[in-house]
């Protein structure tokens, strides 16, 4: 059986009572039920705590949190549709629809934009720290300057990936600070 998240909303809804989320959520395993989210469904961690703060909770470091700071759930940074709510508190159908959409979101969709990185050789040249660019045509040189605010030399996970320099032993993750 698939059912939509509108749906299991507008019957949460239709119950007018808070939902305990730990039983809402052994209930739709217990039916077997499916639900299925779309890429317009999607939901970035910036969105997330917006959303939250208006209903009057809080998201850090995975945790979501009441007015009380009392844990209401808290959310797999690693996994997908993981969530561990055995804290006890009831969530209303609105905050229950809303964790839901987050989990539901793949990891690498939750976040805004992906971050950039300055590569530094561990072992550098006549013992100086060598820096990571690229030139226009792809290929990559090194350079010994700390100034490394040019695009050229900032680097996304992604293309650490398929530039085959993501060996840690060998090459060092500098977060570029905005």
């Known amino acids: 059986m698939k059912v939509t998240l509108s749906e299991i909303y ?19 395993e217990y039916c077997k039920v499916e639900i299925e989210f779309k890429e317009n469904d ?3 961690t910036s969105e997330f705590k917006v959303e939250l703060e208006k209903l009057g909770y809080t998201f850090d ?15 797999s940074p690693l ?16 905050l229950f629809n809303l964790i839901t959409k987050y989990v539901a979101t793949p990891i690498a969709e939750r976040e805004d934009e992906p971050k950039l990185f300055n ?24 350079s010994i300057s700390a100034d490394n605010n040019d695009l050229d030399q900032q680097w996304t996970l992604e293309q650490i990936k398929a530039y085959g320099i993501d060996d840690e032993t060998v090459y060092k993750r500098v977060p570029v600070e905005d």
Do not use: H
Request: proline fraction near 3%; glycine fraction near 4%; hydrophobic fraction near 40%.
């Open 10 to 28: 507008k019957a949460m809804i239709e119950q007018e009572v808070p939902i305990n989320f730990n039983n809402t959520i052994n209930s739709l």
């Open 42 to 44: 999607y939901m970035k």
């Open 61 to 75: 470091d995975d945790i979501v949190m009441n007015k009380d700071d009392l844990v209401v759930a808290l959310i």
């Open 79 to 94: 996994c997908v549709n993981v969530i561990n709510s055995d804290y006890g508190c009831e969530v209303s159908p609105k």
């Open 119 to 142: 590569v530094q050789i561990i072992k550098g040249k006549w013992g100086r720290a060598s820096w990571l660019y690229r030139y226009d045509d792809n290929e990559i040189d090194t």
